[in-house]
């Protein structure tokens, strides 16, 4: 494996409600690259290669693939990247970019299929598919505020929203640990007492994210609302009964 390569190092959460991390690096000898990963980058367990079977990949492709790989990992927001410094992308022709392009396209469904979602947004464009697009929106006491939308992975809450400024005496446990996680990790900021989304987060279901935006016990399914007043119990009960619908009237 002495290829000239760009590959991706995967390791667990340090936490259970953590992130999952990455590395992302590139190598002319990437055997040596990654004997040398495992003395100093302590994090990882898991790592994928990606060559060219004509070993046509020079120094500065790789440079450019490195680059740009990084960006959409720091863009979908999924895991937490471990680069220490921000690759530098590297100059090449217009041909060469639309062959480097090409390849990631390659690398992102790879990555995908092997279950590694790196480079998957937390929300992604998907019109015409109802049940993913619509938003929903719930307040509470203490100041909670949060907009937020269902996805196939969980429930995502928007950056912007905000958290109550305090929890209540009953408050579980394991989500005042998450709570906590998630100031300390900077996806909440304080500002004035305020504790503010700085970016949007996902969470295993509608009802832990109504727990941890609302800092008590809640049921996401009445908590969460649509612009029409409608809770999302209400409107997973109507696509429910559409579904059998359409179901009854196939058969």
């Given at each position: 494996m002495k290829s000239t390569?760009?590959y991706?190092l995967?390791?667990r959460?340090?936490?259970p409600t953590g992130?999952?991390r990455?590395?992302?690096?590139?190598?002319?000898?990437?055997?040596?690259r990654?004997v040398?990963?495992v003395?100093?980058k302590?994090f990882?367990?898991?790592?994928v290669?990606?060559?060219?079977?004509d070993e046509n990949l020079?120094?500065?492709?790789i440079?450019?693939l490195?680059?740009?790989?990084?960006?959409l990992?720091?863009?979908?927001g999924?895991?937490?990247?471990?680069?220490g410094?921000t690759?530098?992308?590297s100059?090449i022709?217009e041909?060469?970019?639309?062959?480097m392009?090409?390849?990631?396209?390659?690398?992102?469904?790879l990555i995908?299929?092997?279950n590694f979602?790196?480079?998957?947004p937390?929300?992604?464009d998907?019109l015409g598919?109802?049940?993913?697009?619509?938003?929903?929106?719930l307040?509470g006491?203490r100041g909670?505020a949060g907009?937020?939308?269902?996805?196939t992975d969980?429930?995502v809450v928007?950056k912007g929203?905000?958290m109550a400024?305090?929890?209540v005496?009953?408050?579980p446990?394991s989500?005042?640990?998450?709570?906590?996680?998630l100031i300390?990790?900077k996806?909440?900021i304080?500002?004035?007492?305020?504790?503010?989304?700085?970016?949007?987060v996902?969470?295993?279901?509608?009802?832990?994210?109504?727990t941890v935006?609302?800092?008590?016990?809640?049921?996401?399914?009445?908590?969460?609302?649509?612009?029409?007043?409608?809770?999302?119990?209400e409107?997973e009960?109507?696509?429910?009964?559409?579904?059998?619908?359409a179901?009854?009237s196939?058969?």
């Amino acid at each position: 494996m002495k290829s000239t390569a760009v590959y991706i190092l995967f390791g667990r959460p340090e936490s259970p409600t953590g992130k999952s991390r990455a590395y992302i690096g590139e190598a002319e000898n990437v055997y040596s690259r990654l004997v040398q990963h495992v003395s100093e980058k302590e994090f990882w367990n898991e790592a994928v290669v990606f060559i060219s079977k004509d070993e046509n990949l020079n120094k500065a492709h790789i440079k450019y693939l490195e680059s740009r790989l990084y960006e959409l990992a720091k863009k979908a927001g999924r895991f937490q990247i471990e680069n220490g410094n921000t690759p530098t992308k590297s100059s090449i022709s217009e041909s060469d970019q639309a062959e480097m392009e090409e390849f990631i396209e390659y690398v992102r469904m790879l990555i995908n299929t092997m279950n590694f979602k790196v480079f998957e947004p937390l929300i992604k464009d998907e019109l015409g598919e109802n049940i993913k697009t619509e938003e929903f929106v719930l307040k509470g006491a203490r100041g909670a505020a949060g907009k937020g939308k269902r996805t196939t992975d969980g429930f995502v809450v928007f950056k912007g929203s905000e958290m109550a400024s305090s929890t209540v005496p009953s408050f579980p446990k394991s989500f005042n640990a998450l709570r906590e996680e998630l100031i300390n990790g900077k996806s909440v900021i304080e500002e004035q007492g305020r504790y503010i989304l700085s970016e949007d987060v996902l969470f295993s279901s509608p009802s832990a994210a109504a727990t941890v935006i609302m800092g008590r016990s809640a049921n996401g399914l009445l908590e969460w609302k649509n612009k029409s007043g409608k809770t999302l119990k209400e409107i997973e009960a109507s696509e429910i009964e559409k579904a059998n619908n359409a179901i009854n009237s196939d058969s």
